[in-house]
């Protein structure tokens, strides 16, 4: 055999086992064998390596770029009184929670996230309603909270749980990504933007920015991070608010 056929076989079965193990497959039902995860287990961390080497980054772009003003969808200010008290005393009670397929359960406050090692971008935000606008992002990445957290070996997805309820419904917001889009580099729990602390409207104190996605998947006012195998228990099954009242795709990204 070949070299270059060698190579290509390879990469073939990296990609068929990541797809298996790194939750981007599908979530209508067709879950693996546990029996099957357990043996791969092994060589798994490898394989997300592998895989997430050859991921995208999404362009960067110079600070001149960004826009003067950055449109509002959706909240713009979560309605209760739970949201008015972590306001009044500007998130000093707030924690995040990582929980669910974790080895250790934790909560983070507002001053230990920005105490981990901090990552800006300036990037793009497309809303699929017709927008986009450029900001810069500051904060830390997913990656370096779930490290502290652990993950279970059946982890397969996390689920950003939201401190508002969509007046559309009375659900809360809430959206999910797969290990893959958990752990790229520009993943990130932010907390800042355009070099002030996160304005309200754009979810403070802590959102999701997943520059490989698109809009809806940047979950504002995030205080909890649930890791799961899977997503049909929460809210109707589809992983995520829009996805649930709209159909809208889950997998949305590049
Ligand atoms: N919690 C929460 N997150 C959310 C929304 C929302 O209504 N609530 N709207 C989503 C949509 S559709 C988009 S386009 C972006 C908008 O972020 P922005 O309001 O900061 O522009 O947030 C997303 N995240
Ligand atoms: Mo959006």
Redesign the pocket.
Known sequence: MSDTLTRRSILGGVAAAGTLLGGCGRIDGTTPAPQLLDLADGFSRHVQRLLLSGRPLVRELPTAQISPS???????MPPGEAYQRLLANTFGSWSLRVDGLVDRPISLTLAQLKALPARTQVTL?Q???GWS?VAQWTGVQLSRVLELSGLKKNARYCVFH???I?PLDGNY?Y?SLDLLDAMHPQTILAYGMNDQPLPV???APL?LRVELQI??K?????DRIEVVDSLQPIGKGRGG??EDFDHAIWYAGQ
Do not use: M
């Open positions: 950055f449109p509002i969808t959706g909240t713009s935000h809303c699929d309603e606008a939201c401190l508002d969509a917001y959206e409207e754009h979810g959102r809009g809806y940047n979950a504002k006012y995030v608010w829009w």
